[in-house]
Antibody
Framework: QITLKESGPALVKPTQTVTLTCTFSGFSLSTDGVGVGWIRQPPGKALEWLALISWDGFRRYSPSLESRLTITKDTSGNQVVLTMTNMDPVDTATYYC???????????????WGQGTLVTVSS | SYVLTQPPSVSVAPGETARITCGGNSIGSKSVHWYQQKPGQAPVLVIY???DRPSGIPERFSGSNSGNTATLTISRVEAGDEADYYCQVWDTTVDPRYVFGIGTQVTVL
């Protein structure tokens, strides 16, 4: 059974850096084709993809946010960390950790999602 | 940048068919995935690779993709289908990125 869970601060101040951790189980990030990513959703708005790290260590970022994002996987093998710098109130959102697996041909979906963690940016 | 266009809302009576469109330039050449999101919950994958259903998703959910439009169809709509639905693709047109539509709110009358 694949599960993912996000953790991090619920409240950050403008200009601060936020670190979000995704702790997962039920799969290995070393398996060919697997990826773990982050997607956010401001209150009442649409989903927005942020970043993804693949089984081979390759990282991809949203072009509009790339300069502020860093995604890493830790050596324990079951955590992925996202850091976002220079936080602003517009970054207030629920941040989801997601699993990208291989189930067919073509680009692959985000089949498993964490419950999400709400990050509020306010002074 | 690549844009996916969805109608903001669709209303349907119970037992009828809901069709949610997702427009994009040559979207038929991409794999489209659809997610259902109910209030206060994380999204759930309901259709992947244009028309495949993950296990546990009712057969009432189906998908198609051709030309510039992908479509999610919900047959015999039930009250429990009321939710927001998002389409998603991987776009490599300029800067590679995952793209979501704005979402369509399905209301069951």
């Amino acid at each position: 059974q694949i599960t993912l869970k996000e953790s991090g601060p619920a409240l950050v101040k403008p200009t601060q850096t936020v670190t979000l951790t995704c702790t997962f189980s039920g799969f290995s990030l070393s398996t060919d084709g697997v990826g773990v990513g982050w997607i956010r959703q401001p209150p009442g708005k649409a989903l927005e993809w942020l970043a993804l790290i693949s089984w081979d260590g390759f990282r991809r970022y949203s072009p509009s946010l790339e300069s502020r994002l860093t995604i890493t996987k830790d050596t324990s093998g079951n955590q992925v960390v996202l850091t976002m710098t220079n936080m602003d109130p517009v970054d207030t959102a629920t941040y989801y950790c997601v699993h990208r697996g291989v189930y067919g041909s073509g680009s692959h979906p985000f089949k498993y999602w964490g419950q999400g963690t709400l990050v509020t940016v306010s002074s | 940048s690549y844009v996916l266009t969805q109608p903001p809302s669709v209303s349907v009576a119970p037992g009828e068919t809901a069709r949610i469109t997702c427009g994009g330039n040559s979207i038929g050449s991409k794999s489209v995935h659809w997610y259902q999101q109910k209030p206060g919950q994380a999204p759930v994958l309901v259709i992947y690779y244009d028309s495949d259903r993950p296990s546990g998703i009712p057969e009432r959910f189906s998908g198609s993709n051709s030309g510039n439009t992908a479509t999610l169809t919900i047959s015999r709509v039930e009250a429990g289908d009321e939710a927001d639905y998002y389409c998603q693709v991987w776009d490599t047109t300029v800067d590679p990125r995952y793209v979501f539509g704005i979402g369509t709110q399905v209301t069951v009358l």
